[in-house]
């Protein structure tokens, strides 16, 4: 009788450990990239292989008429000649990995507010963003590609 609980509760302990650490079809890590000017680039961060999502932070200042605003702490200013035209690369060479890279849009401070569609519009076509770079999905949401 006592094998026979020792059996029973081994079997459950090795079913759940085998639930535990078989894959799964969860999305994976995800990371906010850009608020650490000591965190590296963002293709050395996603040559980890640690995250499946990156996600830039942040785009602080957008809609009702204001000019967009990205802030990369220290990684680019989008208001110097070349800006932060360098992470296009960047950005491809994170999903030529298979990683989803998204932009961040408002954050923990700044101005921002998305009260029309035509605020959403404006902000995909004036970001420092250019066109070609974000794509408008069907909810709503941009994601850099």
């Known amino acids: 009788m006592a094998a026979q609980k020792i059996i029973t509760t081994l ?14 079809d969860a999305a ?4 906010y990239w850009g608020q650490n000017g000591n965190e590296g680039s963002l293709a050395s961060t996603c ?3 640690n995250y499946q999502i990156v996600n830039i932070a942040f785009l602080s200042s957008f809609g009702s008429g204001r000019t967009p605003v990205l802030n990369l702490a220290g990684h680019c200013n989008p208001n110097n000649n070349n800006g932060c035209t360098f992470l ?3 950005i ?7 990683i989803k890279v998204l932009l961040s849009i408002g ?5 921002y507010s998305l009260s029309s569609a035509n605020d959403e519009d404006k902000l995909l076509i004036t ?3 250019t066109t070609s770079v974000v794509s ?3 909810d709503r949401s941009a994601t850099l590609f």
């Open 11 to 24: 079997s459950i302990i090795s079913f759940l450990l085998a639930s535990i650490f078989r894959s799964s």
């Open 28 to 31: 994976g890590i995800a990371i």
């Open 47 to 49: 040559a980890t292989g």
């Open 88 to 90: 296009s690369s960047q």
């Open 92 to 98: 491809k060479s994170c999903q030529s990995r298979g």
């Open 107 to 111: 954050g923990g401070a700044g101005s």
């Open 127 to 129: 970001s420092g963003t």
């Open 136 to 138: 408008r999905t069907h």
